[in-house]
């Protein structure tokens, strides 16, 4: 097959399913080998951010998806007359941290960290398809796991939850002695 037909082969796979493809079954339908497909499909990336089109294939862990460029967003606005926009409020992005830095992770562990209960937080992350179930913990009651999207990765950014940003060891060191003193002000306050 020539290069041309395999590229519109992809163009067709990824338009037509909507979501994230893994690349081994492209590759699987292409009869190609996982690495020659990962190298056709970024050549077609390169392509696509040459000739500034309105779409763009993105790479997320070890699959591709077709999507709009963020810059055509307000065209579509336009064009549906009813944006779509979710707001994250302190506490939303205070339990999508705790989720995507401590996944799989269930509500009990979100919550002992909060230090408040997290439902509404959690349902709403869940609603944004930015959180889902990531299984259940072998432990009694079998407790839901909680971990984040492929919505969630394109939001951010990052093709992994390993390639988020890692926080500051001195700021760590920082918060820590804090949460410390808070609490050895809270025994003071209570004896």
Known sequence: MEIKTME????A???AMGEAIPV????????MNIEDTRTLIR???TQYEAENRGIQIIELEDAFQMCTKQEMYDYLIKMTHRPKKHTLTDTI????SIIAYKQPVTRAEIEKIRGVNSDKAINRLIE???VCEAGRLDAPGKPILFGTTEEFLRAFGVRTPEELPVMNPEKME?????????I???IEEDS
């Open 8 to 11: 519109a082969a992809v163009e």
């Open 13 to 15: 796979l990824l338009f």
């Open 24 to 31: 081994g079954d492209i590759a699987q339908v292409l009869e």
């Open 43 to 45: 050549h077609m990336m």
């Open 93 to 96: 992005l205070e339990t999508l």
């Open 128 to 130: 944004y398809n930015l």
């Open 174 to 182: 920082e918060f820590k002695i804090e949460a410390e003193e808070e």
């Open 184 to 186: 050895d002000l809270g």
